[in-house]
C-alpha cells in the first residue's frame, strides 16, 4: 500500500542552526501538507503546498520557514534558524485530488512525523 | 472558517465497554468530516470519513461515526473497548478555502482502556 515517508525519524538540532525535514508523498497526490505537534499539544496545520506553489500557511509558517518539491518526489520543510519553540514532531501529509468516487472528498495520508528537538 | 470541538481531553473506559468520543463541527456548507487516530510515537492514521452517502460511517478496527447534520456532530463511537484502542483521536474538518482544501483538526481525545 502507498504511503508517505519521512526522513529523519528523530533529528537533534543546535538552537540557530537550520534544518531540513524530508517527505516523499504518495505518487499521485497532488496536494502536500506540513503539521506540527508540540508535545501534548494539538496537531497543527503549517502549510499547503498545490501546483508548485504555497497554497495556504498559518500564522505559525514565518519567514524562518520554507517548502520546496525539488525533484517532483521529495516534499521538504525547511527552518533557517531552529528556536527552541520549534521542538516538536512534524507530519507531512498528501492528498489526491479526487477520490475513487470522483469527488474531491479525500483524506490525507499522514507520514509517521519527524520528531524535531532543539537543544 | 470551518472548525471541530473535540469535547473531553481525556475519556477513561473499561475494557469491553462502549467508547464515545465526541466531535462537533462548524460549518456552513456540508463538511467532509475524519477522525484519524494517533498511536503513541505514531504518525496519524485514517479511521474513517463520512461521505454524504451515508450518514453512519463504519471504520477501521470496529470504530464507527454518526453524521447528525441536526447536531452538527460526528461522534465516534465503538461498542466494546479492547485495550489496543488506548490512544489519542483527532476529528477533522476538511474544506475549500480561498481555492483550496484545507484541514483542520480538533484538539485531540486521549482515550484511556482499563483493563
Known amino acids: 500500500e502507498p504511503e508517505v515517508t519521512q526522513t529523519p525519524s528523530h533529528q537533534v538540532t543546535q538552537m540557530g542552526q537550520e534544518v531540513i525535514l524530508r517527505c516523499v508523498p504518495i505518487?499521485?497526490?497532488?496536494?502536500f501538507y506540513w503539521y506540527r505537534q508540540i508535545l501534548g499539544q494539538k496537531v497543527e496545520f503549517l502549510v499547503s503546498?498545490?501546483?508548485?506553489?504555497?497554497?495556504?500557511k498559518s500564522e505559525i509558517f514565518d519567514d524562518q520557514f520554507s517548502v520546496e518539491r525539488p525533484d517532483g518526489s521529495n516534499f521538504t520543510l525547511k527552518i533557517r534558524s531552529t528556536k527552541l519553540e520549534d521542538s516538536a514532531m512534524y507530519f507531512c501529509?498528501?492528498?489526491?485530488?479526487?477520490?475513487?468516487?470522483?469527488?474531491?472528498?479525500?483524506?490525507?495520508?499522514f507520514g509517521q512525523g519527524t520528531r524535531l528537538t532543539v537543544v | 472558517a470551518q472548525s471541530v470541538t473535540q469535547l473531553g481531553s481525556h475519556v477513561s473506559v473499561s475494557e469491553g465497554a462502549l467508547v464515545l468520543l465526541r466531535c462537533n463541527y462548524s460549518s456552513s456548507v456540508p463538511p467532509y468530516l475524519f477522525w484519524y487516530v494517533q498511536y503513541p510515537n505514531q504518525g496519524l492514521q485514517l479511521l474513517l470519513k463520512?461521505?454524504?452517502?451515508?450518514?453512519l460511517v463504519k471504520g477501521i478496527n470496529g470504530f464507527e461515526a454518526e453524521f447528525k447534520k441536526s447536531e452538527t456532530s460526528f461522534h465516534l463511537t465503538k461498542p466494546s473497548a479492547h485495550m489496543s484502542d488506548a490512544a489519542e483521536y483527532f476529528c477533522a474538518v476538511s474544506y475549500f478555502s480561498g481555492g483550496y482544501q484545507k484541514v483542520t483538526f480538533g484538539t485531540g481525545t486521549k482515550l484511556q482502556v482499563i483493563p
Open positions: 501529509a498528501s492528498r489526491a485530488f479526487t477520490g475513487t468516487d470522483g469527488t474531491s472528498n479525500t483524506e490525507a495520508f
Open positions: 503546498f498545490y501546483n508548485n506553489e504555497i497554497s495556504e
Open positions: 463520512y461521505t454524504s452517502a451515508a450518514t
Open positions: 505518487s499521485n497526490h497532488l496536494y
